[in-house]
């Protein structure tokens, strides 16, 4: 396993800043492109239209300033200033994500001192299908 200890503070960090006064939930997220830079997204909830979760904060960010390759996203969340439970991508991240990256990209959960790795494949295994 990768050394992830910068990418867990930094997502740790950003996850304070999520502003979700409906859901309580706040999700930080760190996407690590090719060349070592790192994108940092939290989730921003919205009265009357759809929220934008950490994951695609991170994925904007880093697009809208000519990134397209991608190895990794870390993604740390929970209850609001609660320890962080299994957070994996929503549906719709899911299908947003695999537009940019390949099947082997990875993406973690932290939660209970536990990193569980998953690839984009496993995540949305019809996408990667011919
Ligand atoms: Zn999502």
């Keep these: 396993m990768?050394?992830?200890?910068d990418d867990i503070r930094l997502a740790n960090n950003v996850r304070k800043k999520a502003y979700s006064p409906q859901s309580g939930f706040t999700v930080g997220a760190v996407l690590m492109a090719k060349n070592g830079k790192r994108y940092t997204g939290c989730n921003i909830e919205n009265q009357g239209i759809q929220s934008i979760c950490a994951e695609r904060v991170a994925f904007c960010k880093a697009i809208s300033e000519g990134e397209f390759d991608?190895?990794?996203?870390?993604?740390?969340?929970?209850?609001?200033?609660?320890?962080?439970?299994?957070c994996l991508p929503c549906g719709y991240c899911r299908q947003f994500m695999s537009e940019f990256v390949d099947k082997d990209f990875k993406i973690y959960t932290v939660y209970e001192n536990k990193v569980e790795e998953y690839t984009m494949e496993e995540l949305l295994p019809y996408a990667f299908q011919i």
Excluded: N
Aim: proline share 0%; hydrophobic share 40%.
């Design 2 to 5: 990768i050394d992830l200890t």
């Design 70 to 86: 991608f190895e990794r996203i870390v993604v740390v969340g929970g209850k609001k200033d609660k320890e962080a439970e299994k």
